[in-house]
Nanobody, 119 residues
């Protein structure tokens, strides 16, 4: 089993910044993908950014140039630096880890951390 614990959400004004962290623990394999998804009120959960164990990154178009994902493999922790936040970034942000088990991908999710962008 894998446990994911997020931190760093909160209230920020438009144009501001926040840094989210997600620490993973448990049976974590060397090869995995960690990332962030978000779900705004009344909308489906969407991908924000992912990073694999070789630091190959993928971003949603809506956050490119504003958000940066990184990871510390020694701490099994993934970070999301969010700059130039706008009200459309308001959502619950979920940490995700995907790794293969018996050759099948298994998804793990954190509890979520709320980000509110408002003046």
């Amino acid at each position: 089993q894998v446990q994911l614990v997020e931190s760093g959400g909160g209230l920020v004004q438009p144009g501001g910044s926040l840094r989210l962290s997600c620490a993973a623990s448990g049976s974590i394999f060397a090869i995995n993908v960690m990332g962030w998804f978000r779900q705004a009120p009344g909308k489906e959960r969407e991908l924000v950014a992912t990073i694999d164990n070789n630091s190959w990154r993928k971003y949603a178009e809506s956050v490119k140039g504003r958000f940066t994902i990184s990871r510390d493999n020694t701490k099994n922790t993934v970070y999301l630096q969010m700059n130039s936040l706008n009200p459309e970034d308001t959502a619950v942000y979920y940490c995700n880890l995907v790794q293969d088990y018996n050759r099948l991908p298994v998804n793990y999710w954190g509890q979520g951390t709320r980000v509110t962008v408002s003046s």
